[in-house]
């Protein structure tokens, strides 16, 4: 089956820095990437995907990046506010329904002001 | 987007008991899906629960474990049978858009199970 790893685990950046997370998956046939934020007691949020069409995504401060060949894609957020401390997820899916994903183990990032 | 509604929202259980978790989906859906999110880790896919089918079971869950029904489009409950303290956990319902046109992934707002 698929296999999701992501890095780092923790993250701690000075508010106005830039975080990336990096994630490689296994499966080939993989073709839809979501990242997810989840805040404490909370449930996981959508905040940007891409798709194994294309090779970059933006939405306003966040950014992914998608390389086919070598599995792996990576989420970068630009001008860091506290706000954006909270745990990230990457996933990959290859199967018809984006609710059917593997998952990597997370990112704790925090953002010092 | 799809609002779910997931009950109970937190429960405390005797070891030994069988807990069941509710979905609610404010829209028909195909396919439900039921995950575990254990304390400080990620997302694990439990199974798929289909509508008028058996429901589909991911490597090291079973049905005798955590039996699911599925009577129609907009509803789902899981079963957490027989609990021990190691299924203390998050339990969470979702549903997603269908690829490659693909909606993002709903969740509920999860389950938080403790097992004494």
């Known amino acids: 089956g698929e296999n999701v790893e992501q890095h780092p685990s923790t993250l701690s950046v000075q508010e106005g820095d830039s975080a990336v997370i990096k994630c490689t998956y296994s499966?080939?046939?993989?073709?839809?990437f979501p990242w997810y934020k989840q805040e404490l007691g909370k449930r996981p949020q959508l905040i940007i995907d891409?798709?194994?069409?294309?090779g970059e995504k933006k939405d306003q401060r966040i950014a992914v990046t998608l390389n086919k060949t070598a599995k792996h894609f990576s989420l970068h957020i630009t001008e860091t506010q506290p706000e954006d401390s909270a745990v990230y997820f990457c996933?990959?899916?290859?199967?018809?329904?984006?609710?059917?994903?593997?998952f990597g183990d997370g990112t704790t990032l925090t953002v010092k002001p | 987007s799809a609002v779910i509604s997931q009950k109970p929202s937190r429960d405390i259980c005797q070891r030994g008991t069988s807990l069941t978790i509710q979905c609610q989906v404010d829209s028909q859906v195909t396919m439900m899906f039921w995950y575990r999110q254990q304390p400080g880790q990620s997302l694990t896919l439990i199974a798929t629960?289909?509508?008028?089918?058996?429901?589909?079971?991911e490597s090291g869950f079973v049905i005798d474990k955590f039996p699911i029904s599925r009577p129609n489009l907009t509803f789902s409950t899981l079963t957490v049978s027989n609990m021990s303290p190691e299924d203390s956990s998050i339990y969470l319902c979702?549903?997603?858009?269908?690829?490659?046109?693909?909606?993002?992934?709903?969740f509920g707002q999860g389950t938080r199970l403790t097992v004494v």
């Open positions: 996933a990959a899916s290859k199967g018809t329904n984006a609710g059917k994903s593997t």
């Open positions: 979702s549903v997603g858009g269908g690829l490659p046109e693909s909606t993002e992934a709903f």
């Open positions: 891409i798709r194994s069409n294309v």
């Open positions: 629960a289909n509508q008028g089918s058996e429901a589909t079971y």
């Open positions: 499966d080939s046939a993989s073709n839809y």
